[in-house]
């Protein structure tokens, strides 16, 4: 396969070589930014229906120049109902209605499904949940999200997953804040992680600073298993004195949910305080 630029993102490619000319029914990318999980929807989008007999998508053909200008017959972007951009019942008809209709002029039709951690409830992926059970031969469907677990498990299974790696931009502030936050975790007192978790009061700020969390606390594990650390050192070894392996992976899946609660527009001082209380309970149980 010809692979999109996927900086730092080695594993995917090496999943993407596996696959080779076989591609599954359907495919769940999460992780990465909302840039990064569409560049890669496209490109899968693009060998589904790549026209080359060789290495795919070739970039030349039909297939894919029509995909590459989002023009294609045969690739299907979802769009939400309402201010929301829900898909709702009728959406979900209507694509797997379709779904079973045999493609124009590709070999295979291909439906993505962008931000699916706030656009798709839980009431319409069940009613997928039978499409993908029993999908048609010549269909791709592509479902992208901040944190795969926004769907449901029954929709995880059924699909294979991308999980890409983190691409922000974050300023100083915000970092400060993500290590005042990790230093607060292993605080004697939980009024230092209180304070801290209480600046959590912006959308954009929040997802930064709990996705640099999740960098410092991977920093923390890779310095605790012998490794280096990547964004910061200092605050790696002042966590390995104090956390297990154990304490990592748990204080990392947390943080993630945390994420995806904001994602879903779940209170900002709901979350910060939830996040609090169940980072606190993690040491407790040491």
């Not at 769009?79 to 959406?91: A, H, L, M, R, V």
């Not at 059924?158 to 970092?175: H, K, M, N, Q, V």
């Not at 969390?213 to 012998?226: K, N, P, Q």
């Not at 154990?246 to 949910?257: P, S």
Request: neutral net charge; contains cysteine.
């Amino acid at each position: 396969m010809i692979f999109p630029e996927i900086k730092g993102n080695e594993k995917i490619k090496e999943s993407l070589a596996k696959l080779q000319s076989r591609m599954p029914h359907a495919i769940i990318i999460d992780g990465g930014s909302a840039q990064l999980r569409e560049t890669l929807a496209d490109h899968l989008a693009m060998w589904a229906v790549c026209e080359s007999d060789e290495e795919k998508p070739c970039g030349v053909c039909k297939g894919c120049k029509l995909a590459k200008a989002k023009s294609h017959s045969d690739i299907y972007y979802a769009k939400g109902e309402g201010k929301t951009e829900i898909y709702n019942k009728d959406i979900m008809s209507f694509i797997i209605k379709d779904a079973y209709i045999k493609p124009y002029i590709s070999e295979k039709k291909v439906y993505i499904l962008s931000e699916c951690d706030r656009k798709f409830p839980v009431i319409s992926q069940n009613i997928f949940l039978k499409t993908l059970e029993e999908p048609p031969l010549d269909v791709l469907f592509i479902m992208t999200c901040e944190s795969g677990k926004s769907l449901l498990e029954t929709i995880r299974s059924r699909a294979f997953s991308f999980t890409l790696e983190s691409e922000i931009s974050y300023d100083e502030e915000e970092l400060d804040l993500a290590k005042e936050i990790v230093t607060g975790i292993t605080a004697r007192s939980e009024m230092e992680l209180l304070k801290a978790t209480y600046k959590l009061d912006s959308r954009n700020k929040s997802l930064n600073v709990l996705e640099l969390i999740i960098m410092l606390l991977r920093d923390g594990l890779a310095v605790y298993l012998g490794g280096e650390a990547e964004l910061d050192e200092d605050t790696a070894r002042t966590l390995c004195k104090k956390l297990t392996k154990k304490n990592y992976i748990e204080l990392i899946e947390i943080t993630k949910d945390a994420k995806t609660k904001i994602t879903q527009n779940v209170g900002l001082k709901l979350v910060s305080t939830d996040l609090c209380a169940k980072y606190r309970r993690t040491l407790w149980q040491r």
